[in-house]
């Protein structure tokens, strides 16, 4: 063959040499760099110049790591126990899947992983700025401020690497009721105050119903769901909005009735949210987290009782509960056209003081090449680069 004469690799080959994916060589091609030769259709590529690439990139690797001898890289993790769409880490962190999919990337690296466990996503959305969480895993309402935020912050290029929890029409968040109360419809709340928790998913969906139904009580503006709780077991407020677990743990000791199970809301999203820049110079740690994040929800969804049981442990809420909890969510991490549209209704949902302008405005786009190197490292089936159409699917869970 004429590639023979020449000495030059197929990228099949490449591929092999190094070890890596279609999508890895693909990005390497173009974000750094690595030498090929296109002819027709077909890529190929000089061993030589490949060797020279190699050792440039190994001088450069080396450097990292001797850096990095006399004190681990530290990642910082946040997470919510608290909010039962964001319950993957907790298994993450459980099973110890992470720091597993770590040591795979770089064996001799060493790695330190820091969990923070927060009250809510804007807590992390803060520390993301802040550059003191690298990871974390927030609602679709924390979602929708970091891409408002950075028109106020440049420097900040939030990014959704994936999605995590989701439930449909509502579900996992409603207004609820102290049970046995006189309060049986939504006008016999317009002089009593609700708690919420600010700027959060149950903030914005409060917000529309109220919209909805002409309310004007004022809400009681509270940073965390305990809180709310307490609140409303104390007879300090007329409703409060939660989210699950906590709505089905009100439920279970019989504190608490939903006034209103649909309506509140469309979809129910929660995703994980990383800094741009961040990313950028740690694409191997990134895809090694989402490896992380598709098997625990493969185990979620296969070891459902295991998976209550570690929850249950490194949240304290009860088995039951849990279990219940568990069963109710859809673990899927890939985009969908449905999903973008949510994210696009609550966009255009808020208010003026944080709406994006009008040159930003539209459908979300979000980078995948991330989502889809872990697919394929964990022989999942390939993700298209568009997202994934219509309604979400029954057959293709990630």
């Given at each position: ?7 030059l ?38 061993p ?7 050792k440039?990139h ?8 001797s ?22 880490p ?23 992983v ?22 974390a ?13 950075n ?13 995590d ?5 509502g ?29 959060s998913?149950?903030s ?27 609140g ?29 199970s ?13 800094d ?40 304290g ?28 209704r ?36 390939i ?16």
């Amino acid at each position: 063959m004429q590639s023979e004469r020449f000495n030059l690799l197929s990228l099949r080959e490449a591929m092999d040499i190094l070890g890596v994916s279609r999508a890895t060589i693909d990005r390497w091609r173009k974000d750094k760099q690595l030498p090929h030769i296109k002819i027709g259709k077909e890529i190929w590529i000089d061993p030589d110049k490949l060797q020279a690439w190699v050792k440039l990139h190994a001088i450069a690797g080396k450097q990292h790591v001797s850096e990095s001898v006399s004190s681990p890289q530290v990642i910082t993790i946040g997470y919510q126990s608290g909010a039962a769409l964001l319950w993957s880490p907790l298994v993450m962190k459980q099973l110890g899947l992470f720091e597993e999919e770590l040591r795979r990337i770089r064996p001799s690296m060493a790695y330190q992983v820091s969990w923070v466990n927060a009250p809510n996503g804007m807590e992390l959305v803060e520390e993301l700025i802040a550059g003191r969480v690298n990871i974390a895993s927030v609602g679709d309402y924390p979602i929708i401020a970091s891409r408002t935020l950075n028109q106020i912050l440049p420097r900040f290029k939030p990014q959704v690497l994936a999605f995590d929890g989701k439930t449909r029409s509502g579900g996992g968040i409603s207004l609820v009721v102290p049970t046995g109360s006189n309060i049986h419809h939504p006008d016999d709340l317009s002089s009593l105050p609700i708690a919420t928790v600010g700027s959060s998913s149950a903030s914005y969906r409060l917000k529309e119903w109220m919209n909805t139904f002409g309310l004007q009580a004022e809400p009681v503006i509270h940073r965390g769901m305990e809180e709310c709780v307490s609140g409303f077991l104390g007879g300090k407020v007329g409703a409060s909005v939660l989210w699950e677990p906590y709505l089905s743990w009100v439920k279970s000791i019989g504190a608490g009735t939903p006034l209103v199970s649909e309506g509140i809301g469309g979809d129910y999203l929660t995703g994980l949210m990383a800094d741009g820049g961040w990313v950028a110079g740690n694409e191997d740690i990134v895809i090694a987290y989402l490896k992380a994040h598709l098997r625990a929800h493969t185990f979620i969804r296969r070891e459902p009782v295991r998976a209550a049981q570690l929850v249950h442990e490194a949240s304290g809420f009860p088995l039951a509960v849990v279990a219940g909890v568990l069963s109710q969510i859809r673990w899927d991490a890939s985009f969908y056209s449905r999903d973008l549209q949510t994210l696009g209704r609550l966009d255009e949902g808020q208010p003026d003081s944080l709406s994006l302008p009008a040159s930003h405005a539209g459908i979300f786009e979000f980078p995948k090449q991330y989502l889809q190197e872990a697919v394929q490292a964990l022989k999942l089936p390939i993700l298209p680069d568009s997202p994934l159409p219509g309604e979400w699917s029954s057959d293709d869970l990630y």
